[in-house]
Structures are given as structure tokens and as C-alpha cells.
């Protein structure tokens, strides 16, 4: 998901989006949305929790780091009173971005760090929202300590087992679905065996053994495959549901799929995902989206012309809907709701404006998109 070369955020206000979007046109998918950006509303009728259907979780990521080439400014969950109070109003699910990856919460081999994750648990729980926990196994954003330790096969089996006892025990019924192991699998549908330090040392059984190893921690939890470039039915995805099915099989505790949904407009929306999200929920798994964004090619301005907002709330619009579709997908998560904080701009040149709101919270049409489509689910 790194392009070669990262480039500073892109800014951009409201005024600057409201006027560009004052007449946009009503597209049939996004009918009842509000075409323009406007600032954010306190009313109980605009808040995307009230809006979803009993037992519906619409989530997103607690903002974390990774967002500009220099942080200049403090840590958005701790230090920016409006966006605490608009996490903690439109939505009653949240996924830490980065708190809860192995470099965040455990920074030295004998030293775990829990502040900024108990943090979000704390404040989940004080506004009676649940919590997606991100991540477990994964070939990305682990410390140099373990990336480039010198540990014979079992110390690193040991090393898994501990963390994942360790972690999801701390948490034990209080994260309702956890991102067990991501992105295992690359484009082609085969396993990274070289990337994913785990599965390089340890074999892809070791995948087994950390759903095993959660399980125990926390019988509750639910426990979830989760990829990017699988909102589709594709290589990637088929080797998904074939190892899900083998897993099944032989009692391994997987309970969930999800998709990413890392969406560009230069791709086009993946219009088979409820046939995709379906496929899965047929063989008893919870489906999920997890990381919705829909980014796009900024002009030289940096301001989305109407069109591609009118374009980008279709695309959240078909997201959530494909999800509310199917049985078993209760959870709708996208990765950040403002601009302010999205990773999209380091990391794609060129490309933003990924979220629902604008950097000064100004709601944009994707989020009247999300509010309209869950107030008729
Ligand atoms: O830890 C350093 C910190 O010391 C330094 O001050 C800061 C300065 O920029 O950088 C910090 O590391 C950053 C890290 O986020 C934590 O803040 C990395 O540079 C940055 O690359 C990293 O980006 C995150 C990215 O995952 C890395 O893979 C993004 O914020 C996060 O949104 C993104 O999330 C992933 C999901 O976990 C999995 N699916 C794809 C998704 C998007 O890539």
C-alpha cells in the first residue's frame, strides 16, 4: 500500500469544498443526500449511530499517527476536542489506526505499552461503542526488535503466543471483533511467505495456531480474517474462503471475513461486493468492511470538483448498502472520518479527500450518502 514516494497532506477547507459543491446534482444512488458540505450538526437525527438498524455498528478508525510527513501537530484522540466529540457521537464502533499494532503496543521484547490503547477502550466504553481490534499477525508495522531479532523458531513461536495472550487477554470481553491475522495473502492469492516474518519462520500453520491462541484469551471475541483488494471476487478472495473452509473444517475458531475497501475512483467500485461478503456469510462467518475510503485525483487546486464528491458518495453509498445486504455483515467501519487525519495524501500522490468530512469537519456528500442509506435500512 506505500507508493515510492510520499508527499506532504493536501489542504483544503470547507468553504472552499462548499462552494464547489452547492449545486451538485442528486445522483439516483445518493437521492435523498444532501448535495452540499456544510458544517457539522448537533442533532440527534444527524448521527450515523442513531441512524443504523438495531444491532448495526457503523465504525471508524481512531486516528493514530501516519497522516503528515511531519506531525506538527499533537496526538488528534488526545488533544482535539472536536474530533473526540464528533468520534463519540456519530459512531458506536472504533478501530484503533495504529495503536494496538505490535509497534505501538509492544515496544521492546519484555515491555508492552498500553496508554493509547486503553485510552480507546476506555473511551469506547464510556460512549457505549465497541471495539474493532487491529491487529494481530501482520507483515507490517512490527518493531525492529522482532523484524530483526536473532530468535530461533520456537522463541518466536513464543513470542507470538505471549503477545496474543497477552493482548487479547487484557482486553477479554471488550473488543468485539478482532483482526486476528491481516493481509496475509498478496495480489495473486498467495500466501507471503517471505514478507510476513511469521509465516516465513514459522510456516502458515502458525495462522492456526494464533486463531487458537485468541480464542483462548478471549472466548468472546470474534475473530477475523481481514485484506485489502478482496471486496471482490478475485484470487485473493477465493484463497480466503479456501482456507476459510479448511480452517472450519478442522475446528479452527475463525469466525469472520472482512474487507478492507480501500477504494480509488480510478478503479471503479467493486460492484460484486454483497455477492462476494454473501459467498462467505454462507459458510457461517460474520462479514465485516473495515477500512472504508474512496480516494480520488485531486485537481491542481486541491479542491474535488462536485462531480467527484457526487462520485465518492455513490461509492461509500453502494459500500454500506452491499454490507446492510447481507446477513451477518454488522459491522461497517471507514478509516477516518475526516480529512484532517486521513492517511490517503502521504501515502498516494496526487490522491485525497479520501473521508466523509473535509479537514475542518465540514460533512461532505458522502456522509449524508451513509446517513440517508442507514435511515431507510
Ligand atoms: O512511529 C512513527 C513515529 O515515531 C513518527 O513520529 C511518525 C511521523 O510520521 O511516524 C510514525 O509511524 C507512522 C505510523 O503510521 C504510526 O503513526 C508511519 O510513518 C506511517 O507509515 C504509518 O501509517 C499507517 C499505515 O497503516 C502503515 O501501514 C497509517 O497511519 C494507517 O492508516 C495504515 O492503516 C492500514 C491498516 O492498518 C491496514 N490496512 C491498510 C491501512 C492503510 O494502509
Known sequence: MRPARPIRSLRFTTVALATAALTLPLLSGVATAEPSVERHSNAKHDRLRVAAPDGFFVGTAVAGGGHHLEQDYPDPFTHDKKYRKILGQQFNSVSPENQMKWEAIHPERDRYDFAAADAIVDFAERHRQVVRGHTLLWHSQNPAWLEQGDFSKDELRAILRDHITTVVGRYAGRIQQWDVANEIFDGEGKLRTQENIWIRELGPDIVTDAFRWAHEADPEAQLFFNDYGVESVNAKSDAYLALVKDLLAQGVPVHGFSAQAHLS????????????????????????????????????SGVPTRAQLTQQADYYQRALSACLAVDGCNSFTIWGFTDKYSWVPVFFEGEGSATVMTEDFGRKPAFHALLSTLKRA
Do not use: S
Open 265 to 300: 475512483t480510478r478503479y471503479g467500485f467493486p460492484g460484486d461486493l454483497e455477492q462476494n461478503l454473501r459467498r462467505f456469510g454462507a459458510l457461517g462467518l460474520e462479514t465485516a468492511v473495515t477500512e472504508l475510503d474512496v480516494r480520488m485525483d485531486l485537481p491542481e
